[in-house]
């Protein structure tokens, strides 16, 4: 079983920061790639940011230059600073992985539950 969990999600005034966190634990061989979903009032789950199992950063052009996404392998854990947020960020924000369970298993995409980010004055 692989559990991914997010935190940090908070309301906050437009132009203000927040850090998300999400960690996966269970069991887990390896990690590929690590990414942040979002899912806005009304509208389709879209990608924010991913991180690749080579190390290479992407965003969608709403938030380059304001979010930076980020990873600590040792602990499983990938990141989001959100600086600047503007009232179009509010979203459940939502955290996937590509990761197999064992050395003979495919890896999948798993999911955490998310966590809700609301920017509003």
């Known amino acids: 079983q692989v559990q991914l969990v997010e935190s940090g999600g908070n309301l906050v005034q437009p132009g203000g920061s927040l850090r998300l966190s999400c960690t996966a634990s269970?069991?887990?061989?390896?990690?590929?790639?690590m990414g942040w979903y979002r899912q806005a009032p009304g509208k389709e789950r879209e990608l924010v940011a991913i991180?690749?199992?080579?190390?290479?950063?992407r965003y969608v052009h709403s938030v380059t230059g304001r979010f930076t996404i980020s990873r600590d392998n040792a602990k499983n854990t990938l990141y989001l600073q959100m600086n600047s947020l503007k009232p179009e960020d509010t979203a459940v924000y939502y955290c996937?992985?590509?990761?197999?369970?064992?050395?003979?298993?495919?890896?999948?995409?798993?999911w955490g539950k998310g966590t809700l980010v609301t920017v509003s004055s």
């Open positions: 996937q992985a590509n990761i197999r369970t064992s050395k003979w298993a495919i890896s999948r995409d798993y």
């Open positions: 269970g069991s887990i061989f390896s990690i590929n790639g």
């Open positions: 991180d690749t199992s080579e190390g290479t950063t």
